[in-house]
């Protein structure tokens, strides 16, 4: 899904969830949608990274979830590198949503590509 710039992520979380999700893995920006969560995807358990600073106070164990987590997501961040560094997709090239989405996603299927090439190039086993 593409949306303009002046969308935040948190409101098109629904738009993103089709309701078999086992887990939900996000940012700090998709804290606080428990609620969306569990109406949309009942069966997904909540993954999103947690505020650690309350008033001051660094709360230790969830800095440490939030470690884990984080690791977890940075395996995706892969393609977004990829997408961002080899393809040069830093800036809209076109005006309109419709064709820069179509530009994204295209560009989206060639980084899976990318990411792949190794296992793709290695010959069949008879």
Known sequence: MATAANVHDATVL???LHGGETQ???DSAYQGQTD???KHAPKARDLTNRRTRYKGVVNETERARNRIKSQTRSRVEHAFGVIKGLFHFTKVR????QKN???LFVTCALANLYLVRKRL???LRA
Do not use: C, F, M
């Open 94 to 97: 076109y005006r309109g949503l």
């Open 36 to 38: 969306i969560l569990k």
């Open 14 to 16: 629904p738009d993103l």
């Open 24 to 26: 939900v893995w996000g």
């Open 121 to 123: 190039s290695r010959p």
């Open 101 to 103: 989405a179509h530009r």
